[in-house]
Each structure stands twice: as structure tokens, then as C-alpha cells.
């Protein structure tokens, strides 16, 4: 079985500042984990993935996460967080060999304050 | 169309009635998903085809729900009997890849249901 837990509701930061977004996954198998963002009315888009290879995964708008297996981990960050960053921001965790069925998290809502 | 496209973006209905909801995915995309997203959740996976075929209906929350996808592009979800209960965001998304390492899935913007 797989899941994914996401660690607070709510994220605030000021603008400028570090974003820390956290994810824990539970995988029986070596996973395939993915990082979505939401903006209000809009759809879920990818701001990135790992599935094989390097550990530290580049997204777009800055964002990068880094698969760590020993802790079971695959936390969002960004150096620097602009207003236009506030947004719901999804992971998700897929398990090669089955029915690649993404299981998402609950999400977090990312606030950034001016 | 460039993007996957969902209709209705809202729907409000009375409990008891049916409802249908469509999804036009990106052409060539094989496999499609559908997902609820409640209020303050993350989404919750329903049912999944690959082309006409549906592969998985495990995330369906009762026999009230059905979905089709019968020429392989366009799906429909069906609700019937609609109760409050139902009251949530329904998510398509399509996918390129149906094997091997797994690629992105491109989201509509949902179905926003209403069960009064």
C-alpha cells in the first residue's frame, strides 16, 4: 500500500524568505514521488518529480525537492518565496509495477505575506 | 483543445437527482483518472481507464457512481441519486504513459458539485 502525509495545513512566510514544505511517504517499494501546485480555480499542475536517478529534483518557478530514502521524505523547497508562490501545493507517491495510480496527499496551503 | 477540458465547472443539483459530468482529456492521452477533492482535501482517487477499458473503479464510493469512457477519449462520471454527501470538486486528469516510469498528469480545472 502506499500513502502520503503531509505535515501542516498551512504554511506562512514572509515574501523573500525560505519555503519548507514537508511530505513523508509510506512505500513498500521504491517509489515514484511527485510535487503539484494549485492555484485557486485552476487545475493541478506538476512542478516536479522523481522517478529514478538523481536525488535532488529542479522544478519550475525555483522549487526543488530532494528524495531522501532513509528518511523517507521528499520535502518542497524554494530559497526565496514570492507572493505569486501562495498557492495549494499537492505530493503525491506512485508505486512502479501496479496500476500507477497516484495517491495524493492532503495539501498544503502555502500563504505568503508581502 | 490544448489543455483537459471539464464540464460543467459547476453544478448545483437537489439531493435525489442525477448528475453528469464530463471530461474531454488531452487527444492521444490513453489513460484518464477521475479523482473528488472535498473541501480543504487532497484528492481522492475514484476510477482510472486506460483507453475504453476500465481498470480500476475501487475508489468509487458506492454503486450510485458509474463512469464510462466508451471510444477511448471523452469520459463521463454519472451520480445518481445525488445526496449532500457528494458535495465536492471532481477532478479528471489525463496521462501520456500507461506503463513504465510514469510521466504527468494533466489536470482539468474539476466539476464543482453542489448537493442541496
Known amino acids: 500500500a502506499q500513502s502520503v502525509t503531509q505535515l501542516g495545513s498551512h504554511v506562512s512566510v514572509s515574501e523573500g524568505a525560505l519555503v519548507l514544505l514537508r511530505c513523508n511517504y509510506s512505500s513498500s517499494v521504491p517509489p515514484y514521488l511527485f510535487w503539484y501546485v494549485q492555484y485557486p480555480n485552476q487545475g493541478l499542475q506538476l512542478l516536479l518529480k522523481?522517478?529514478?536517478?538523481?536525488?535532488l529534483v529542479k522544478g519550475i518557478n525555483g522549487f526543488e525537492a530532494e528524495f531522501k530514502k532513509s528518511e523517507t521524505s521528499f520535502h518542497l523547497t524554494k530559497p526565496s518565496a514570492h507572493m505569486s508562490d501562495a498557492a495549494e501545493y499537492f505530493c503525491a507517491v506512485l508505486v512502479a509495477g501496479g496500476s500507477y495510480i497516484p495517491t495524493f496527499g492532503r495539501g498544503t496551503s502555502l500563504i505568503v505575506h508581502p | 483543445g490544448a489543455g483537459v477540458s471539464q464540464s460543467p465547472r459547476y453544478k448545483v443539483a437537489k439531493r435525489g437527482q442525477d448528475v453528469a459530468l464530463r471530461c474531454d482529456p488531452i487527444s492521444g492521452h490513453v489513460s484518464l483518472f477521475w479523482y473528488q477533492q472535498a473541501l480543504g482535501q487532497g484528492p481522492e482517487f475514484l476510477t482510472y481507464f486506460q483507453n475504453e477499458a476500465q481498470l480500476d473503479k475501487s475508489g468509487l464510493p458506492s454503486d450510485r457512481f458509474f463512469a464510462e469512457r466508451p471510444e477511448g477519449s471523452v469520459s463521463t462520471l454519472k451520480i445518481q441519486r445525488t445526496q449532500q454527501e457528494d458535495s465536492a470538486v471532481y477532478l479528471c486528469a489525463s496521462s501520456l504513459e500507461y506503463r513504465g516510469p510514469p510521466g504527468e498528469l494533466f489536470f482539468g480545472e474539476g466539476s464543482r458539485l453542489t448537493v442541496l
Open positions: 522523481y522517478t529514478t536517478g538523481a536525488t
